[in-house]
């Protein structure tokens, strides 16, 4: 049985992990450099010195999730506004060249809906919409068990939905984008805070930290709303270092969803559920991209 190496790219951390068929036999992460010249060097070393043991020959390829939006045709990234060190780079042509190794490249949030669709939360279902909150808000779709691109190759970004466009700018560029009411930038914005500090007030029953996250899971039921409109997905899992406060945002989450779409049946039969396969479901979906 041969090997698969995946790599998730974020904004503050890069995942790395081994596939032997679609079991995980190791992963590491790191803090992502700032500059592109120390990101492709981190991604070498790593992937020469953690995967050392295993000979080239039996590795099928390495699968790289990186944020979108990327060009599929010259399989290149544009212009993520989380990582800019990466704007226009062919990034899965330079490793591959380098390494010697086969690699294919996809939106991080993709490479996690595939993971979660395949292998978790969304196993068995045929229309699984993924999202993720954290530095950002991302969105993925898998249909039958492949990775939904639309005609252009941005398909799923819902962070970029526009709730409001009298709301504050975005990375991006516009204006009210669902990840300005939905990120880590949201809840620095209402309280000064992490999430995790958020998170832990919470817990610990403090009203205001409380209400930050009710009011965050209403606007992240609107985009959702949005999104059972036009997709009509029979699941939607949910990722990232935000979705941790569980209830905290998932009640708020369902019910203004179930306000707001148009379907009885979806409305009735939708599901909303948290990411099973953890801090590493990027990276894993991101190997399952080698066939």
């Known amino acids: 049985m041969t090997y698969r190496i995946g790599i998730d790219i974020g904004g503050t951390k890069i995942s790395f992990v081994l596939l032997k068929g679609v079991r995980v036999v190791k992963k590491r992460k790191i ?19 953690f995967f050392f043991n295993i000979p080239k020959r039996e ?13 599929i045709q010259t399989n290149t990234i544009l212009n993520p506004p989380n990582l800019i060190s990466l704007r226009n780079c062919p990034l899965a042509r330079i490793i591959e060249r380098r390494s010697g190794i086969k690699t294919e490249m996809d939106n991080d949030v ?33 249909i039958n068990k492949r990775i939904y691109q639309g005609a252009f190759g941005g398909a799923g ?24 009411y939905c990120s880590e930038r949201f809840i620095k914005r209402r309280t000064g805070l992490t999430p995790q500090e958020l998170r832990k007030r919470a817990r610990e029953g403090d ?22 409109n036009i997709l009509s997905p029979e699941i939607i899992i949910i990722g990232g270092g935000i979705s941790r406060a569980g209830n905290l945002i998932f ?7 179930r306000d707001y779409i ?30």
Request: net charge positive; aromatic share 6%.
């Open 31 to 49: 803090f992502t450099p700032k500059t592109k010249k120390e990101i492709i060097k981190k991604l070498e070393g790593n992937i020469e010195n």
């Open 59 to 71: 590795i099928s390829g390495i699968g790289i999730g990186v944020p979108g939006p990327l060009n």
């Open 110 to 142: 993709n490479c996690f809906t595939l993971a979660e669709a395949i292998l978790g939360a969304g196993r068995g279902k045929r229309v699984v919409f993924g999202v993720t909150l954290g530095t950002g808000v991302g969105g993925g779709i898998v």
């Open 157 to 180: 970004e819902v962070g970029h939905t526009i709730i409001n466009f009298d709301g504050p700018r975005c990375n991006c560029g516009n204006y009210g984008c669902l990840e300005e």
């Open 207 to 228: 009203k205001k930290a409380i209400e930050v996250f009710q009011e965050l899971g209403k606007f992240l039921g609107i985009g959702l709303a949005n999104v059972v």
């Open 251 to 257: 009640r708020s989450a369902r019910k203004t969803m």
């Open 262 to 291: 148009l379907s009885p049946t979806a409305k009735k039969n939708v599901k909303i559920k948290k990411a099973r396969l953890g801090d590493f479901s990027g990276a894993i979906g991101a190997a399952l991209l080698i066939k």
